[in-house]
């Protein structure tokens, strides 16, 4: 074992200026997603890694394929004998906005790729290009030792992560036929902490109809003396919306208290209120209302148990009110995004184990840990496959921010791990 770990040591050291020019050039690459911002070539990034992976030739064979009017995707396969393994990343990039262009070290620009004081700055760097680049790094390593895995292997890149277009993405990464029952999502997970937990999140609206009044009436609708009680002369739905957002906001806190995974920051089931839309005339008390929002649930929680928990407190809140009897709130699950099921992997599975042998390979003591944000490993999830996490970088390196970067020797351990992960299989 020492013999392999000391190899791959000094092929990562003897070639760590390939390695480093290889992210950097990649994040030159602008690869922002084109449904969230400008995008003159969309398709320009994923047709350099195509012909950048054919050159190197260690692969059996490199794909690359347009998926919907803009966007695409790219798989590296490296043929074998038995269950395949894959490896999930995605290549597009949130955009810069103009304010953090602003912010930007001028040196260092947001496509630039340079390197400074050990770090390779740019957009995507730590989300996610070092982790892209890494276990194909590393094949390049197994490469030039000579050593070629025995399993089938798919290195798969997609360029609608994002905006959450799984349909375009990882739906179409299975479709083409890079279907494995593992797999490793290369998201930065805190300088490669192994990640077998991920908080499930879906998206929702509540549609709440109330009844239009004059405002110089409101009192008859506090004090109703006279009226049977379905008969009020009106009815304001905001005031409704608020009623439901205090029960759900009970919900959050029982379930921040009482329903915790071992791995996961306690508390860290919410319900967040994104938007709250009323239309009607300014002299009138609103009639319709529509609460926007999403809720992020630990893994301990299943998907069905998310929905029926939301839906409870709507329920509960609207069994309160005699007009929300008469009139329920519409609720609607999953809105906007498909809803992302929690990523809840055994500690004990094989994947762990061998991710956590690659950290004591290289005198590292194995870190596990949860993800409070979701990703592809979500969707990957709902077709079944056991998704595990582990990339080079942090959130807190500037992802989705300004001056975002990796560190060198980060993303350099990383291309050693992967390399020593994969000779083992």
């Known amino acids: 074992m020492e013999y392999i770990i000391d190899r791959i040591r000094e092929c990562v050291d003897k070639n760590r200026k390939e390695y480093i020019g290889f992210l950097s050039e990649y994040i030159q690459k602008d690869s922002t997603n084109p449904a969230l911002g400008e995008n003159k070539a969309p398709f320009a990034c994923h047709l350099w890694m195509q012909k950048k992976l054919e050159e190197y030739g260690i692969f059996d ?138 908080q499930g999140e879906f998206y929702f609206t509540i549609e709440v109809q109330g009844l239009s009044y004059h405002i110089a009436s409101r009192h008859h609708t506090l004090y109703p003396h006279g009226y049977h009680v379905k008969n009020v002369p009106g009815k304001n739905a ?80 609207a069994e309160r009110s005699f007009w929300l009897k008469e009139h329920p709130p519409v609720v609607t699950i999953p809105y906007l995004l498909s809803a992302k099921p929690p990523v809840n992997v055994e500690m004990e599975h094989p994947l762990c184990r061998q991710l956590a042998e690659a950290a004591r390979a290289f005198g590292r003591e194995p870190v596990y840990e949860s993800c409070l944000s979701t990703s592809d490993a979500n969707y990957l999830q709902d077709h079944g496959i056991a998704a595990i996490t582990m990339g080079p970088g942090s959130n807190e390196y500037g992802v989705h921010g300004v001056n975002e970067y990796v560190p060198v020797e980060v993303y350099l351990e990383s291309i050693a791990r992967y390399a020593y992960f994969l000779s083992k299989q």
Request: aromatic share 10%; hydrophobic share 40%.
């Open 61 to 198: 064979k490199v794909d690359f394929w347009k998926s919907g009017n803009d966007f695409s995707n790219v798989a590296a396969v490296s043929e074998g004998e038995g269950e395949p393994l894959l490896f999930a990343g995605h290549t597009d990039t949130v955009p810069v906005t103009e304010l953090q262009k602003a912010e930007w070290r001028e040196d260092a620009g947001p496509w630039s790729g340079a390197v400074k004081e050990g770090k390779i700055y740019g957009r995507g760097a730590s989300d996610m290009k070092a982790g892209c680049a890494a276990p194909l790094m590393a094949m390049h390593v197994l490469h030039k030792l000579g050593v070629k895995p025995k399993r089938p292997l798919y290195f798969t890149y997609v360029m609608s992560e994002e905006n959450g277009g799984r349909e375009f993405g990882v739906d179409s990464i299975i479709e083409r036929g890079y279907f494995a029952k593992e797999c490793i999502v290369m998201e930065p997970s805190n300088d490669l902490a192994v990640v077998p937990a991920i």
């Open 238 to 317: 905001i005031e409704l919306a608020i009623e439901l957002i205090g029960e759900l906001q009970k919900l959050e806190k029982e379930l921040g208290q009482y329903a915790n995974h071992p791995l996961t920051e306690w508390g860290s089931t919410t319900i967040n209120f994104s938007g709250i839309e009323s239309k009607g005339i300014f002299s009138a008390g609103a009639e319709k209302c529509k609460i926007t929002g999403s809720m992020l649930y630990n893994p301990s929680i299943s998907q069905e148990e998310a929905f029926a928990y939301f839906k409870g407190a709507v329920n509960r809140a």
